[in-house]
T-cell receptor, first 115, second 114 residues
Framework: SAVISQKPSRDICQRGTSLTIQCQVD?????MFWYRQQPGQSLTLIAT?????????ESGFVIDKFPISRPNLTFSTLTVSNMSPEDSSIYLCSVGYRAKVDEQFFGPGTRLTVL | KNQVEQSPQSLIILEGKNCTLQ??????????LRWYKQDTGRGPVSLTIMTFSENTKSNGRYTATLDADTKQSSLHITASQLSDSASYICVVSLPSGGSYIPTFGRGTSLIVHP
């Protein structure tokens, strides 16, 4: 299994500011994803981070609000821009190996509170 | 569009007791069905993964079963421990091109009391 770390683990931010979340994996992975988990809700896919190219966003999520980078096969960042209290959530990095029965591994998450 | 519904929404049991969590899905066949355990403040950790052709998979005290006819999966926890208190999430993945599309249930919140 992959060992995934996220920074920061939690943060409290002011409305209108931006926060960049980092995701580091201990091995090269085929796929990296970013999810949002709002209180009492299931995980919602924000986007698939593509190495060396623009991320693929799901319906309801746009690059201006959630810019994503993936400069190599082990690292990705998600920025939550111009934050509002509605962005308060847990943000999870996830990775997958195309060859391994479609299994996904999740990072520990970043708990974001926007005041 | 695939939908994954889990029940109950929450469950409280006494330590040492068994319990069963349910997951109903609408689309089949699927690529795989997974159960995750998510401790408070942590990311989900995989418990079991089953392909469409499997009907049971065990991981210690956790046993997942699959009934393709009723489109239902169950996660059975035996001899519960305090550390089993967590959210349990059912995920059903559909094949899509060379990849897959996972649909997540909302989870069942389990509390184990001493």
């Amino acid at each position: 299994s992959a060992v995934i770390s996220q920074k920061p683990s939690r943060d409290i931010c002011q409305r209108g500011t931006s926060l960049t979340i980092q995701c580091q994996v201990d091995s090269q992975v085929t796929m990296m994803f970013w999810y949002r988990q709002q209180p009492g809700q299931s995980l919602t896919l924000i986007a698939t981070a593509n190495q060396g190219s623009e991320a693929t966003y799901e319906s309801g999520f746009v690059i201006d609000k959630f810019p994503i980078s993936r400069p190599n096969l082990t690292f990705s960042t998600l920025t939550v821009s111009n934050m509002s209290p509605e962005d308060s959530s847990i943000y999870l990095c996830s990775v997958g190996y195309r060859a391994k029965v479609d299994e996904q591994f999740f990072g520990p998450g970043t708990r974001l509170t926007v005041l | 569009k695939n939908q994954v519904e889990q029940s109950p929404q929450s469950l409280i049991i006494l330590e040492g007791k068994n319990c069963t969590l349910q997951c109903n899905y609408t689309v089949s066949p699927f690529s795989n069905l997974r159960w995750y355990k998510q401790d408070t403040g942590r990311g989900p950790v995989s418990l079991t993964i089953m392909t469409f052709s499997e009907n049971t998979k065990s991981n210690g005290r956790y046993t997942a079963t699959l009934d393709a006819d009723t489109k239902q999966s169950s996660l059975h926890i035996t001899a519960s421990q305090l550390s089993d208190s967590a959210s349990y999430i059912c995920v059903v993945s559909l094949p899509s091109g060379g990849s897959y599309i996972p649909t997540f249930g909302r989870g069942t919140s389990l509390i184990v009391h001493p």
